[in-house]
């Protein structure tokens, strides 16, 4: 099976330098079927996976459940009291915050679903006037406290994207009694033999990083300061892993393949099942994502068509047209990584590089072309 218009894809979008660097992987139940890099990217570069850590942490999270040491529909401060402090931010009164305690208690399954009421700074206007008003420490800085921020609704109300994921990790740590990094180093990079993926990486592994560029004005790429690479002072369930994008293909691979890879299972199909089914309970999802940071995202304008929210994924309702099949859970990493997971034709994929802000429109055009490309030359050999 070839796959040379991807190769060229891949080269095409480096050659003319709309990319310094792509790497991506194509994976099937039964193997590898495409791994491929271009530019500055080769097949041992380190990425930061950023927020393509948070299907990992519900990953560990579900494992918990399935031993029974862990309820979806407990309360987070039932098992992390401090969750339990957070009050809802409500606006504010002549510049002062108006805070009061949340309605009911966030759960696990909503921390898992997004509806928990925590968000981020650089997607929430209120939260960022509040993190720049008083000095609060948002998640790019390191700072444990930053996931302490005021929730924005209450839990249950709506979908906001946020540092939910990161309380997902605090539940792991305190019911298992590990850190996330050691949890899932023992449970899941090492089961599925995910070599080069941590959340501390060592010098070797982070001389061979990606660097991340930004996309100026003008389209070209330029330097950026902005960076995960400080000092974190916990392993960040949210945003906080690294790897390479052939690593996260096996972890890709075992979900397609039910919770197994290579005869080793980490979750059972039924958890699969469950997680990559939508459970907003009616709680709606915005039509789109308007960042208050520029440098970090672009506007992100959601398919107008049916979808939802699983356990730790995004979730397609329907089949896409020469794409991926209803069903199919996806989600993406601040600096341009993205992945999915279709069940039903039997093949998952990774492809990233790693520039801001988010979301850019060469990289986009770029992962529907691969998209496109997977599904075409796949036909009807997928099943």
């Not at 480096?14 to 310094?20: M, N, R, V, Y």
């Not at 790497?23 to 491929?36: H, K, M, N, P, Q």
């Not at 990161?166 to 792991?172: I, K, L, N, S, T």
């Not at 034709?345 to 060469?362: E, H, M, R, S």
Request: net charge negative.
């Amino acid at each position: 099976m070839g796959f040379e218009r991807i190769d060229d894809l891949l080269n095409g979008v480096t050659a003319d330098g709309s990319l310094h660097g792509i790497a991506a992987t194509i994976v099937s139940r039964d193997g590898v079927l495409y791994e491929g890099a271009a530019g500055d990217a080769g097949p041992n570069t380190m990425f930061r996976n950023a927020s393509m850590t948070k299907a990992v942490a519900t990953t560990a999270a579900l494992q918990l459940v399935e031993q029974g040491r862990l309820d979806l529909g407990a309360t987070v401060a039932s098992i992390v009291p401090e969750f339990g402090e957070l009050q809802v931010l409500d606006g504010f009164d002549g510049g002062e915050p108006v805070l009061r305690a949340p309605r009911t208690q966030a759960t696990v399954r909503q921390l898992m679903n997004h509806t928990s009421g925590c968000g981020y700074h650089f997607l929430n206007e209120t939260l960022f006037k509040y993190c720049t008003d008083y000095e609060f420490p948002h998640v790019l800085t390191g700072k444990k406290l930053s996931i302490s921020a005021p929730l924005v609704h209450d839990p249950g109300a709506v979908w906001e994207y946020g540092v939910s994921t990161d309380w997902v990790g605090q539940v792991v740590e305190a019911v298992s009694g590990q850190t996330l990094g050691d949890y899932v180093a023992e449970n899941i990079y090492g089961p599925l033999g995910m070599t080069d993926s941590t959340f501390t990486p060592s010098d070797e592994q982070r001389a061979r990083l990606l660097p991340v560029l930004s996309r100026s004005a003008d389209g070209s790429l330029v330097p950026t300061a902005i960076d995960l690479d400080v000092e974190q002072e916990w392993n960040a369930g949210g945003h906080g892993s690294y790897g390479t994008i052939a690593d996260y293909g096996r972890f890709v691979r075992a979900w397609v393949n039910g919770g197994e890879l290579d005869g080793t299972r980490i979750l059972n199909e039924e958890t699969v099942e469950l997680a990559l089914r939508d459970h907003l309970d009616g709680a709606p999802l915005p039509k789109s994502l308007q960042p208050t940071v520029p440098e970090l995202a672009n506007p992100v304008e959601l398919l107008d068509v049916p979808q939802g929210w699983g356990l730790g994924f995004h979730v397609y309702l329907i089949d896409l047209p020469g794409m991926r099949s209803a069903g199919s859970g996806d989600w993406s990493g601040l600096f341009n990584t993205y992945f999915w997971i279709d069940r039903k034709a039997g093949i998952g994929a990774v492809i990233g590089t790693q520039l801001l802000p988010f979301f850019d429109d060469k990289m986009v055009a770029t992962i529907l072309g691969f998209e496109a490309a997977v599904y075409a030359e796949l036909g009807a050999s997928v099943s």
